[in-house]
């Protein structure tokens, strides 16, 4: 399984990206995708995930601004992320399980996509 992710970019606050992630390799489409991200210095963290049936879960920090969703026939996920703050300034991964639950543990996720660069200015 190969995951290839794209989308990211320079925006300003309050501005939008939308991110993208094609899987290869077999379809994934009853496995549990995931975007996690990384600061510099910081930890690698969760930022939401989707299911199979379209279950999704999300941090508190990007509650109500991000959303994740999946196109079967694409083997594709999104991250479409809105109201974007400094803070969101991150590598932004893919991650793909073939597990149904919605975890939050990096470790659990066994593909990951290269990442892409997102970086919101003030």
């Known amino acids: 399984v190969q995951l290839q992710a794209s989308g990211g970019g320079l925006v300003q606050a309050g501005g939008s990206l939308r991110l993208s992630c094609v899987a290869s390799?077999?379809?994934?489409?009853?496995?549990?995708m995931a975007w996690f991200r990384q600061a510099p210095e910081k930890e690698r963290e969760f930022v939401a995930a989707?299911?199979?049936?379209?279950?999704?879960d999300y941090s508190d920090s990007v509650k109500g601004r991000f959303t994740i969703s999946r196109d079967y026939a694409k083997n594709t996920v999104y991250l479409q992320m809105n109201s974007l703050k400094p803070e969101d300034t991150a590598v932004y991964y893919c991650?793909?399980?073939?597990?149904?639950?919605?975890?939050?543990?990096?470790?659990?996720?066994?593909?990951w996509g290269q990442g892409t660069q997102v970086t919101v200015s003030s």
């Open positions: 991650a793909a399980k073939a597990s149904p639950a919605l975890a939050h543990r990096s470790d659990i996720y066994a593909y």
């Open positions: 390799g077999r379809t994934l489409s009853a496995w549990t």
């Open positions: 989707v299911r199979n049936g379209g279950n999704t």
